[in-house]
T-cell receptor
Framework: EPEVTQTPSHQVTQMGQEVILRCVPI?????FYWYRQILGQKVEFLVS????????KSEIFDDQFSVERPDGSNFTLKIRSTKLEDSAMYFC????????????FGPGTRLTVL | GDSVTQMEGPVTLSEEACLTI???????????LFWYVQYPGEGLQLLLK???ADDKGSNKGFEATYRKETTSFHLEKGSVQVSDSAVYFC???????????????WGLGTSLAVNP
């Protein structure tokens, strides 16, 4: 069964460093998302992406964040200058189409900012 | 704005006990409703969903019915197993807004521990 994959599974970085989190969505999916979950808190929406552009972004998704689909398979989240409060589990999701369509999630990348 | 409220955990049950995890929502229009499960050390997996009022989603013995009159989507299982130990998240996808890639809005999650 096709699945969303994410790399790395765990990333440790120093405050102020740039990180790139990578996701490979399911191959026939057209819509892509990033969410994050700070330990013990709600899952929060960051950004949605379709047709090579951002469809919607949350207040969390400020100028330090960017997303890209550099080729036909990868979907990346870049944080330019990490802060301590960026430490969280980051989940990538994708779905085929349709407003009721299910979003399928990757296993997540745990980001630890020291 | 849209929101989801879930009963707080942790919930601890003995094997074969009945489970109910309450979930209520606030939304305009007709959202789609989802339950996701997160097993220890794993990602978020869809457990079940319902896309319109009175729909019942079911999977792996779990059920939830979309109740518009009470704005609820409670998760139930008649007989839990140790392997059901996980965190359960209720979520909604708004019916409003343009485009098909609408975000999910999440509850806080309810941790379930089932003892043998």
């Amino acid at each position: 069964e096709p699945e969303v994959t994410q790399t790395p599974s765990h990333q440790v970085t120093q405050m102020g460093q740039e990180v790139i989190l990578r996701c490979v969505p399911i191959s026939n999916h057209l819509y892509f998302y990033w969410y994050r979950q700070i330990l013990g808190q709600k899952v929060e929406f960051l950004v949605s992406f379709y047709n090579n552009e951002i469809s919607e972004k949350s207040e969390i998704f400020d100028d330090q964040f960017s997303v890209e689909r550099p080729d036909g398979s990868n979907f990346t989240l870049k944080i330019r200058s990490t802060k301590l409060e960026d430490s969280a589990m980051y989940f990538c999701a994708s779905n085929v189409a349709g407003s009721t369509d299910t979003q399928y999630f990757g296993p997540g990348t745990r980001l630890t900012v020291l | 704005g849209d929101s989801v409220t879930q009963m707080e955990g942790p919930v601890t049950l003995s094997e074969e006990a009945c489970l109910t995890i309450n979930c209520t929502y606030t939304a305009t229009g007709y959202p789609s409703l989802f339950w996701y499960v997160q097993y220890p050390g794993e990602g978020l997996q869809l457990l079940l969903k319902a896309t319109k009022a009175d729909d019942k989603g079911s999977n792996k013995g779990f059920e939830a019915t979309y109740r518009k009159e009470t704005t609820s989507f409670h998760l139930e299982k008649g007989s839990v197993q140790v392997s059901d130990s996980a965190v359960y998240f209720c979520a909604l996808k708004s019916s409003r807004g343009a485009g098909n890639n609408r975000k999910l809005i999440w509850g806080l999650g309810t941790s379930l521990a089932v003892n043998p």
